[in-house]
């Protein structure tokens, strides 16, 4: 399977914990984007990695959030001291360098997604 | 602050008949608009994108863009039960980090096609 790969899918976590999900992308896209979905409500930008630069963060994105994206490949999104607010799917999203298409974005490809529940 | 407006429905349609969804949006400097589906628990998916004023047709899916007014819709000719779903509007901006893009999504319709 070539496409952007999140893990866990599901997961579970009583207020107060740490929690971190994976992204794997496409591999040939430099440009990674992690959204966060509540229910009723479309995707809500959270950050944007180009290669290994962090060059967006949401103002949504509290300091108990962070994103890593090492070397340019996977990224990470750590949520430390959760809270029930915290709770949503949290989407990553790939796309290819710019110049490619017609989009200065490129088309984001979507993963499956990490579903949190803090409880 | 960047919007993407949408009608959040339902918008229910006999299979069949033609689905219209439209979506407005703020940022005049936007060039890239696209359309996603996604299903009741899933990803959005995307099923049309668009760049430049006038119609993109893709099968039974024709884009519409309008820049002037700012408008982006999305036509689905022959809907069929598997075309329910929620339809997210989305629109590139830039960003305020150098070379930044993002994309802002409205909330989405809910179309349900009945059979």
């Known amino acids: 399977d070539t496409g952007v790969s999140q893990n866990p899918r599901h997961k579970i976590t009583k207020r107060g914990q740490n929690v971190t999900f994976r992204c794997d992308p496409i591999s040939e896209h430099n440009r990674l984007y992690w959204y966060r979905q509540t229910l009723g409500q479309g995707p809500e930008f959270l950050t944007y990695f180009q290669n290994e630069a962090q060059l967006e963060k949401s103002r949504l994105l509290s300091d108990r959030f962070s994103a890593e994206r090492p070397k340019g490949s996977f990224s990470t999104l750590e949520i430390q001291r959760t809270e029930q607010g915290d709770s949503a799917m949290y989407l990553c999203?790939?796309?290819?360098?710019?110049?490619?298409?017609?989009?200065?974005?490129?088309?984001?490809?979507f993963g499956e997604g990490s579903r949190l529940t803090v409880l | 602050q960047k919007e993407v407006e949408q009608n959040s429905g339902p918008l229910s349609v006999p299979e069949g008949a033609i689905a219209s969804l439209n979506c407005t949006y703020s940022d005049r400097g936007s060039q890239s608009f696209f359309w996603y589906r996604q299903y009741s628990g899933k990803s959005p998916e995307l099923i049309m994108s668009?760049?430049?004023?006038g119609d993109k047709e893709d099968g039974r899916f024709t884009a519409q863009l309008n820049k002037a007014s700012q408008y982006v819709s999305l036509l689905i000719r022959d809907s069929q039960p598997s075309d329910s779903a929620t339809y997210l509007c989305?629109?590139?901006?830039?960003?305020?980090?150098?070379?930044?893009?993002?994309?802002?999504f409205g909330k989405g319709t809910k179309l349900s096609v009945i059979p």
């Open positions: 999203a790939s796309s290819l360098p710019p110049g490619q298409g017609f989009s200065p974005t490129g088309e984001l490809f």
């Open positions: 668009i760049y430049s004023n």
């Open positions: 989305a629109v590139t901006s830039v960003g305020s980090g150098a070379g930044s893009y993002q994309l802002t």
